[in-house]
């Protein structure tokens, strides 16, 4: 797989997206077999090489691959952006898989989707989800700290089949329009 080549040795990789995301990680800080990383604003090929060279079987961290993508797909269907933007983006981001600068995690866990603005939401939930439905996870940190849903859902993260090669799905994208793609009831 293109989107593999860097990977830690054997282990699982979980992206945490949302506004919780580093007080999330920072609950994660000591917790045996976790290498929790805030990597957010790292250079992407920097922050690939410290997820890779993570020697615990779980990396937690908050450096989406995806996330130029998600803003160019967000600003596409809010009438911010054009075609060529998403294109270009998605240009990039399959570059960057290629050259190992970029590693897709194994799970994206999405704090407070329902927080998040509508077409937010839609990505993470619809069009993201979509392509690997159990791979892409939300959880509602209202009624607890994000420390303690994050470690709760770590413990029991379902298997399914990993991520599809993402130049199979990235350049669709722009034909994923939110309110008819994903499995989430997203109203």
């Known amino acids: 797989m293109e989107h593999s080549q860097r990977r830690p040795a054997g282990g699982t990789v979980v992206?945490?997206?949302?506004?919780?995301?580093?007080?999330?990680?920072a609950a994660l800080e000591g917790v045996p077999g976790i290498e929790a990383l805030t990597l957010h604003d790292t250079d992407p090929a920097l922050a690939s090489r410290r997820i890779a060279a993570a020697p615990t079987p779980w990396v937690v961290h908050d450096a989406d691959p995806l996330v130029h993508v998600a803003a160019a797909w967000v600003e596409l269907f809010e009438e911010r952006a054009t075609l060529g933007t998403i294109e270009l983006e998605v240009e990039a981001a399959l570059s960057a898989f290629r050259s190992g600068d970029a590693i897709m995690p194994d799970y994206y866990i999405v704090l407070d989707p329902d927080s998040a603005d509508a077409t937010w939401r839609h990505w993470w939930c619809g069009a993201l989800g979509h392509q690997a439905p159990r791979r892409v996870l939300p959880v509602e940190s209202s009624t607890q700290p994000a420390g303690d849903a994050l470690r709760h859902l770590l413990r029991a993260l379902p298997t399914s089949r990993p991520w599809p090669e993402p130049a199979s799905w990235l350049p669709g994208l722009p034909f994923d329009i939110p309110d008819r793609v994903g499995l989430y009831d997203l109203t």
């Open 15 to 25: 992206a945490v997206v949302g506004d919780a995301a580093a007080d999330a990680l």
